[in-house]
């Protein structure tokens, strides 16, 4: 009758000793136990890499980290994971939801000069069959101006939920929408295909880049002005997956970015 109790004696001894071992050492050098097991097992064996692909993504992603070219080899996987994934689409998702909350609290003008300005690659369109191939690596290999633009041409990309929805959504409320993109204007009649195909059936403006035009945050800083003087337009919000969409003058009253993590636009 009192083997039991001497045994549960016995264990309670031997884990209280463990604890306290545990606790003398990691008081003598606080992180040794901080996911002690994921550096070593994490990756089926091996080690991680130094470098840290979600804090990477972070980085990007609040334009910390500027001027890359393309995504690191070592989190080449780790993006495809996250653009194929259930993470990608809720992260456009809560963008989006986000934005239409702000819109339908504003006060539109009624004369019809209220327009959300929308990017398109990788904002309302998305090219992730591109970005899938191995040629591409989801953004892992050089970029390839010439296999892009074959693609583009194809007009098979796809719509982003998220960003689709806000796009009714905001057809409803009342504004005008404007496509703002740094595609060339040579590819206008894909762009339209493509995008109504996929539901985007009606826009107030669609901007193409001229050729000769230059790119980022000068280009459509430019163009945006000239919405808003020009065009006597008001910019009551802006959503693009780059920082350079974003930036620069009249950017509007508001401004929504979607996550890219897998190439940079300055």
């Given at each position: 009758?009192h083997a039991p109790a001497k045994a549960m004696d016995f264990s309670f001894t031997l884990l209280f000793v463990l604890?306290?071992?545990?606790?003398?050492?990691?008081?003598?050098?606080?992180?040794?136990?901080?996911?002690?097991?994921?550096?070593?097992?994490?990756?089926?064996?091996?080690?991680?890499?130094?470098?840290?692909?979600?804090?990477?993504?972070?980085?990007?992603?609040?334009?910390?980290?500027?001027?890359?070219?393309?995504?690191?080899?070592?989190?080449?996987?780790?993006?495809?994971?996250?653009?194929?994934?259930?993470?990608?689409?809720?992260?456009?998702?809560?963008?989006?939801?986000?934005?239409?909350?702000?819109?339908?609290?504003?006060?539109?003008?009624?004369?019809?000069?209220?327009?959300?300005?929308?990017?398109?690659?990788?904002?309302?369109?998305?090219?992730?069959?591109?970005?899938?191939?191995?040629?591409?690596?989801?953004?892992?290999?050089?970029?390839?101006?010439?296999?892009?633009?074959?693609?583009?041409?194809?007009?098979?990309?796809?719509?982003?939920?998220?960003?689709?929805?806000?796009?009714?959504?905001?057809?409803?409320?009342?504004?005008?929408?404007?496509?703002?993109t740094g595609v060339e204007e040579i590819y206008r009649e894909a762009r339209i295909k493509n995008l109504k195909a996929?539901?985007?059936?009606?826009?107030?403006?669609?901007?193409?880049?001229?050729?000769?035009?230059?790119?980022?945050?000068?280009?459509?800083?430019?163009?945006?002005?000239?919405?808003?003087?020009?065009?006597?337009?008001?910019?009551?919000?802006?959503?693009?997956?780059?920082?350079?969409?974003?930036?620069?003058?009249?950017?509007?009253?508001?401004?929504?970015?979607?996550?890219?993590?897998m190439y940079y636009i300055g």
């Open positions: 009758m604890i306290l071992t545990i606790a003398t050492t990691a008081a003598a050098s606080p992180n040794i136990y901080i996911h002690m097991l994921k550096p070593h097992y994490g990756s089926n064996g091996h080690k991680h890499s130094d470098l840290n692909c979600l804090s990477w993504r972070l980085a990007v992603e609040t334009n910390n980290l500027q001027n890359w070219t393309q995504v690191p080899q070592a989190c080449k996987d780790y993006v495809g994971h996250y653009m194929l994934g259930k993470q990608y689409r809720r992260d456009v998702d809560l963008v989006a939801a986000e934005a239409y909350k702000y819109a339908k609290g504003l006060n539109l003008t009624g004369d019809g000069n209220d327009v959300w300005v929308f990017d398109i690659d990788e904002t309302t369109l998305s090219n992730l069959p591109y970005y899938a191939r191995d040629t591409v690596a989801f953004g892992a290999m050089p970029l390839n101006e010439t296999a892009f633009n074959a693609w583009v041409e194809e007009a098979s990309s796809l719509a982003i939920p998220g960003s689709l929805k806000l796009y009714k959504q905001l057809i409803k409320l009342g504004f005008k929408i404007v496509f703002l996929v539901g985007y059936t009606t826009w107030e403006k669609l901007i193409l880049r001229e050729a000769g035009e230059g790119g980022g945050v000068v280009y459509k800083s430019k163009k945006r002005k000239e919405l808003e003087e020009e065009g006597g337009y008001k910019i009551r919000g802006n959503m693009g997956d780059q920082w350079s969409d974003l930036l620069g003058s009249n950017a509007g009253d508001r401004t929504f970015k979607v996550p890219d993590p």
